[in-house]
């Protein structure tokens, strides 16, 4: 059965919930202020997880048809609400993670999650997605990761002590799944990686062109890398070079991003990990960098 607040108060733009009734609404979101976010030009609108029932329901889809991504499932919510990202549940054999999370949670996607054996631990990338995560934590009681350096962006109390916050570049969550810190999007975006699965939200923005894979060009890219994603302000090489350093002691063989459909997987054409690290290269050059430490690097 659902615990939720069913009268917090949740941004229509972004789908944070707030430690506010939905009766006495703020003057404006705090996150879709943020410069890397944004407030529609119909202005700020608010609701609530009450004032959803009826209007919403959860799908669900499997991300592909191999072994392991036949394990994973996409979940998102219908008719598309706030940004409309997906989160995704991993059936792991030491327990079942989620990874990122979305606004809106019901009796029909709590009954699917434990019918897959509910919940072991939720991953969060970045502030952007944290929604209505405590609600979704203390319905599957579990424990939430997200980034110490974020925690700012946090717009509930955690009473329960739900939270569990990343401190180090990276950290072990249950069995394989790995939360790795990357940075970029904001300070402490993350990754999770889980059986060479890079699940990888806005940290790395999967790209129309990653997609195609016949007869790709020299030159074609897969992945951007942005401080802003919507406002389209991109991230500089510098700190590329930093995201790059802190996967590259991983192996991986298929990215999925933040919406459904954006898989980028190995057998299309060979090294996924070196379609990361080109883009970046691409990216760099792109902003008239012809001499960068980020160009020096190869795939291992």
Not at 18 to 29: E, G, H, Q
Not at 47 to 71: A, C, I, P
Not at 265 to 274: F, I, L, N, S, T
């Amino acid at each position: 059965m659902a615990n939720t607040q069913e009268d917090l108060l949740i941004c229509v733009a972004c789908g944070t919930q707030f430690d506010v009734l939905a009766d006495k609404p703020l003057k404006a979101c705090r996150i879709c202020d943020d410069p890397r976010q944004f407030v529609p030009p119909t202005g700020q609108a608010w609701t609530s997880l009450g004032q959803m029932r009826g209007q919403y329901s959860n799908k669900f889809k499997q991300v592909g048809d191999s072994d392991w991504e036949g394990r994973m499932w996409s979940i998102v919510t219908e008719p598309k609400f706030a940004i409309g990202q997906r989160c995704v549940l991993i059936e792991n054999d030491d327990g079942n993670v989620l990874w990122d999370c979305i606004t809106y949670l019901d009796e029909e996607t709590i009954d699917f999650i434990k019918q897959k054996g509910g919940l072991e631990a939720i991953v969060i990338s970045h502030p952007h997605y944290y929604t209505t995560h405590l609600d979704w934590a203390k319905t599957f009681d579990c424990p939430v990761y997200i980034a110490h350096d974020d925690q700012e962006w946090l717009s509930r109390d955690d009473e329960e002590q739900r939270r569990r916050l990343i401190d180090g570049s990276s950290e072990h969550i249950v069995g394989d799944a790995i939360a790795i810190k990357v940075g970029g999007h904001f300070p402490g975006s993350l990754v999770l990686l889980w059986n060479k699965k890079l699940l990888i939200a806005d940290s790395f923005v999967t790209t129309p062109s990653a997609l195609y894979h016949t007869d790709r060009l020299r030159g074609t890219t897969s992945y951007a890398f942005m401080w802003a994603v919507p406002n389209m302000i991109p991230l500089p090489p510098a700190e590329l070079h930093k995201m790059w350093k802190a996967i590259k002691p991983y192996e991986f063989d298929s990215t999925h991003g933040a919406f459904v459909g954006q898989e980028v997987q190995e057998v299309q054409d060979g090294k996924v990990k070196r379609r990361v690290l080109e883009s970046m290269k691409i990216q760099t050059k792109a902003m008239g960098w012809e001499e960068h430490a980020l160009l020096a690097e190869e795939y291992p």
